[in-house]
């Protein structure tokens, strides 16, 4: 666990690069910290490792003042990512990786054998081993620079803005493998980014700085988007928080209807029988989802024609009932040619459809719930 | 006239490898009292522009205008000679060896220090090595520099290849001009390989350029 007691970092032409700060890093949790840039979120991160001295105040790891330990031992049981990865590039892959190993004294085989299986935690292959870091993609690099910083199994990781410099997708893959890795391994993590969208997704907890190195809201992520402790943070979460809280309500309480969900095997009478605009199509035996038939288009087929003969336009996607969250049904649903998401279960066969009445009905839902968490919090936050 | 080649042989080898010696050990003198420099220089900036402007001015003495100088201390020697090219191999490798160590990318060095590397070892094992090819760069210019101006030593007596084109100058013979001017290029030339091939030898992780 890390604690900051008060902690402050004043430069010596006067400027204050953090202020005050008080903040703790349970262990086995991800604490983001998130703001505008020179809001002392990188100075406050550094001060962890000792790369920055605070000028006032006091940081704890697991107890122990930092002050108190010898900066280079204490480092090589801090892991430590940065954007620009920081890889040595007179190093293999695999060098790389068990640096810290090596400082700690193992025996160089041992160390790159530790470094061999780290390469599999991250998802590289052995290949790559052997390898220079120029010879790399900007994700495998940051992916190796994970690697590094877990190599001696430190208990806390320091990551600062380590997906910032790759594009999109690899961010987006890159933050789902931190998760993973997180799952599994249960380290302190302390994240430093400029995307709120980035906090939202990889923390446990958002730390949102405002300028000059104050905190405005210490808050799991959707209590942040649900309940705001004031305009800059609202400001800062963006317009759209509405849907994006809908990232932490689980689908799994909406209410399906299955009326317009006939298999291709059913007659085409019987689906206009069942007076719904749209008729979902599903395979007969897998009950996988085949597409959506337009009720006004079926008519033109004989009325004891099998449902698979109709032209069907294609799904758009669906949602995992057990597994997604209510933003990817009302997604599935904006998508959709019919207005409507599929549900499916974990084997992709169709358990119903949601229209947007229903999904309105359980977002009103979920924001009643997020109402009474956001009125106890309001009170906390509205303190001036 | 070609005939005087085999006829001198032996002079032309003895003459060869004493070029070499003034060409390559100064430079490796240079070496030597340049790191500890540039390691200061690229450590504390405010040391270096001081360092720097002698080093310039000393570079910018006339190379004989320097034995002269040295010639009272140390006579009509070797040393006087070695301790001249020092100083001008000094001067194009102490940039290089800052240039080289401030050259290691900033992240570089922040993530070795953040994993726990000492500032030695940091040092030694991180910036040292990845500085290699600048400077190198600077020690091939100082070999090539020092063995070209070692021939200006024969102007105070110490023997060189510069013996052959002064001797073939005043006897008005052109083969042994050439043999002097041909003989120190390809000397320059195969210990600027050398360096090259160490050079790739010591940075496996540079692509073949």
Redesign the interface.
Known sequence: MITFEAVTKRYPDGTVAVDCLDLEVPAGQTVVLVGPSGCGKTTSLRMI?R?VEPSAGTIRLDGTDIRTRNP?????G?G?V???????????VEDNIA??PV??GWPRKKARERARELLTLVGLGQELARR?P?QLSGGQQQRVGVA?ALAADPPVL?MDEPFSAVDPIVRASLQDQLLSLQAELHKAIVLVTHDIEEAIKVGDLVALFRPHGTLAQLAPPEELLAAPADDYVAGFVGFDRGIRRLSFVRASGLALGTGPVLPADATVAKALAAGEPWILITDPRAGTPRGWADAAKLTALPGDAPLGRAAAEPLGHTFTVGTDSLRAALDAAVLSPAGQAVGVDDDGRVLGVATFDRLRAAIQAADKSAGQAGAVDGQAGSRP | MWSWIPGNASLIWQLTWENLKLGVLPALYGLVISLPLGIIAARWRWFYPPVLTVVNILYAVPSLALFVALIPKFGLTDTTVIIALTVFSLCVILPNVVAGLRGV?P??T?????????QL?RLAF?EL??AVPVIIAGLRVGVVSSISLASVGQLIGVSSLGYLFIDGLQRSFPTEIYVGIAGVIVLALVCDLILVAVRRSL?P?L?RT
């Open positions: 490792n790369l280079a031992q204490l480092r090589r801090i430590y940065i954007q620009q990865t920081g890889l040595f590039p007179h190093r293999t640096t810290v400082l700690t220079y120029h590094r320091l | 990318p992240a570089v922040q993530a070795a220090t953040a994993m726990g590397y000492g070892r991180v090595p990845l940075t992780w692509a």
